[in-house]
């Protein structure tokens, strides 16, 4: 099992729609998690980080974590063509620089 | 300003050849990162260290070696490539108390 699971996808919307991206992880001592988008043949980019239950919001992103059900979430309002992109899904013990990835979610957001 | 830089952008070498990318940050940053992400897009860490010493060092085999010269340089030599090693490498870095890692631009390993 995976320490920190994905579905591949792609998961497709329209524009205008809201995204759901989802995320689950088997390490209970995880404590940080982190949302990044990568565009195709770049880097990785931080979108946002949560360490506490419930959600967290920065303009149209929410990011949501369930501890007691291990799953960890990212909602993207009013998705855009410029939001298609594979999104990764990382978790983190604290006090450790070790980020432990997902193998991420393709997201295709259609005209 | 590039924040964080590596070199080369592409490799393209033998099975059996030794190779070295280099990599360099400008944040002024304490810890650096090797990354690979395969074909699947799975990024997995390698290495990382902090204020010049090694605090990550996954299970790699031990053609990889990391050097850091100094807090901002971040080098990684592997020995003998295989077929396998091709992949995207990826620098980061992050300063310590802070959660953001930053990546650099990835070098493509490709042993053919």
């Known amino acids: 099992q995976k320490e920190v699971e994905q579905n591949s996808g792609p998961l497709s919307v329209p524009e205008g729609a809201i995204a759901s991206l989802n995320c689950t992880y088997s390490d209970r001592g995880s404590q940080s998690f982190f949302w990044y988008r990568q565009y195709s043949g770049k880097s990785p980019e931080l979108i946002m980080f949560i360490y506490s239950n419930g959600d967290k919001e920065d303009g149209r992103f929410t990011a949501q974590l369930n501890k007691a059900s291990q799953y960890v979430s990212l909602l993207i309002r009013d998705s855009q063509p410029s939001d298609s992109a594979t999104y990764l899904c990382?978790?983190?013990?604290?006090?450790?620089?070790?980020?432990?990835f997902g193998s991420g979610t393709r997201l295709l957001v259609r005209p | 300003d590039t924040a964080v830089s590596q070199t080369p952008k592409y490799l393209v070498t033998q099975m059996g050849n030794d190779k070295s990318i280099k990599c360099e940050q400008n944040?002024?940053?304490?810890?650096m990162y090797w990354y690979k992400q395969d074909s699947k897009k799975f990024l997995k860490i390698m290495f990382s260290y902090n204020n010049k010493e090694l605090i990550i060092n996954e299970t790699v085999p031990n053609r990889f070696s990391p050097k850091s010269p100094d807090k901002a340089h971040l080098n990684l030599h592997i020995n003998s490539l295989e077929l396998g090693d091709s992949a995207v490498y990826f620098c980061?870095?992050?300063?310590?108390?802070?959660?953001?890692?930053?990546f650099g631009p990835g070098t493509r390993l490709t042993v053919l």
């Open positions: 944040l002024g940053h304490d810890t």
């Open positions: 980061a870095s992050s300063q310590e108390g802070y959660n953001e890692q930053f």
């Open positions: 990382a978790g983190r013990r604290d006090s450790s620089y070790k980020l432990i």
